[in-house]
């Protein structure tokens, strides 16, 4: 039975790509492998497998008795049902460490990198494998997606100097242009359902015992989701509404380098005391905040302790 390669929960182009390579690498190093998603590509990550020849991973949505290899994340809020009855085989992953457990060793590659895709490609060079051009194509999309184009704090050198690598194995001469590319596709929301664009780039957390949802879309401008705000609004007050303590969602200018979060929260202090702003009614704008991961989860870790 072939182990499944999967990402986390409401994949991004990271947790899609990364389960491609993963399981290209692994298939070659001889691993009875096969990549698999938990949801269909968002339109950035069709963007990429179209622009680069790969087909979207198999989704799945139980992982009940099998063998599993997880990338872009650890955490079991972010896992498939099925996870107690699951073997965890191996983790590539840039998160802070979740809270899956194995019974047995695994092989972990956990690095403070901005991406799933550095690692993949040190991976790579390690085994001595070749990286297909579509792969690599794919990786460097990936980097750019993660990084916000090299903008986000999370961004490391390694970052940088993979994205070099990839670029000259890909075949890509203007890194910068394909990024704005790219995000031009991922600012898109005409025509798509408020749920669908809440939940694009969205996880659950647990901090000290509240079930907290943050999501986040990136956008070239903010202007772009000016029409669809309040809707937006209207929608994570029902995602909260199922049992939630607060739903935040960021709206990330990535010219400008900072988020309006919309705010929906049994106690809305969390906010001013995570990030020392008074919110204005639903929302606040947080000058330089680009990262969920690394400006905004920790923060409202400490607020809500
Ligand atoms: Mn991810
Ligand atoms: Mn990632």
Partial sequence: MAAFVIGHMNPDTDSIVAAIAAADLYAKRGFDVVAAAQ?????????VLKKFGLTAPQVIDDVAGKDL????????AQAPKGMDS??????????????VTTSSPLEAWIWPVGCTGTVLKNM????GVELPKGIAGALLCAILSDTVIFKSPTC?????KAVEALAKIAGVDDVMALGMEMFKVKSAVEGAAMSDLVFRDYKDFDMNGNKVGIGQLEVVD????EPVKAGLQEEIAKVKSEGRHSVFLLLTDIMKEGSEMLIVSDDPSVVEKAFGVKAEGSSVWL??????????????EKAFK
């Avoid at 490391?156 to 940088?160: I, L, P």
């Fill in 287 to 300: 000058p330089g905040v680009m990262s969920r991961k690394k400006q905004v989860v920790p923060n409202f």
């Fill in 222 to 225: 903010l202007s772009i989701l």
């Fill in 124 to 127: 790579y060079d390690f085994y």
């Fill in 69 to 76: 290899y997880l990338v872009d994340f650890s955490d079991l």
């Fill in 156 to 160: 490391t050198e390694a970052d940088k």
């Fill in 39 to 47: 949801g269909a590509p968002t339109p950035e990550t069709e963007f």
């Fill in 86 to 99: 699951a073997t965890v085989l191996g983790i590539v992953d840039h998160h802070k460490l979740g809270d």
